[in-house]
């Protein structure tokens, strides 16, 4: 599985329930990583896309405990254990975890590669990525050449998982 997310320089990914920046070339190289994948996200971060709608081209699986909550379009999991059993059928370079925070945490252990988009600019953020430059199982593996977006400079930088793959009891268990 993949992580994918854009970045400040804290890590920080939101404030108030938004995005810190929407940036143009981060959406299509969102779009083109994702469009006819599975991605995976919390029920907040479902109901922050425009229209409370899935994401086109993609299987939408999100996590809620709700009982309520049952859009239309989407896989509902209850549980990471039920999100995972769904996953069991899809090939791991097809899942795509978006967010929000706690998503991300929740899904780490289970993933081995992340596609950042780093932002270099310190916002006043509310929720936050895990710091894999701060991790000693993730290694970046790649980082593009600097990028603008009127005054905010940006990187895409991938993180593979190097260390503790084998060690970790959450890897272990075949999803």
Do not use: H
């Not at 896989?75 to 059928?89: I, K, Q």
């Not at 953020?125 to 199982?137: E, H, K, S």
């Not at 593996?141 to 998982?161: A, K, N, P, V």
């Amino acid at each position: 599985m993949k992580l994918i997310a854009a970045v400040d320089r804290n890590w920080a990914i939101g404030k108030g329930g938004q995005l810190l920046v929407r940036i143009p070339m981060d959406q299509k190289f969102f779009l083109q990583e994702t469009l006819g994948k599975t991605v995976v996200m919390g029920r907040k971060t479902f109901e922050d896309l425009p229209g409370r709608q899935p994401l086109y081209g993609r299987t939408n699986v999100v996590l809620s405990r709700d009982p309520e909550f049952s859009p239309k379009g989407i896989r509902v999991a209850r549980s990471l254990e039920e999100a995972l059993t769904f996953l069991r059928g899809v090939p791991d370079d097809s899942i795509y975890i978006i967010g929000g925070e706690s998503i991300y945490r929740m899904f780490l252990p289970y993933c081995s590669e992340a596609e950042i988009t780093a932002v270099d600019y310190r916002y006043d953020g509310d929720r936050f990525f895990p710091d894999l430059d701060r991790d000693p199982m993730w290694r970046l593996t790649g980082e593009s050449d600097e990028e603008t977006y009127f005054d905010l400079t940006f990187t895409f930088r991938r993180y593979i998982r190097t260390a503790g793959v084998g060690e970790d009891k959450a890897l272990n268990q075949k999803i």
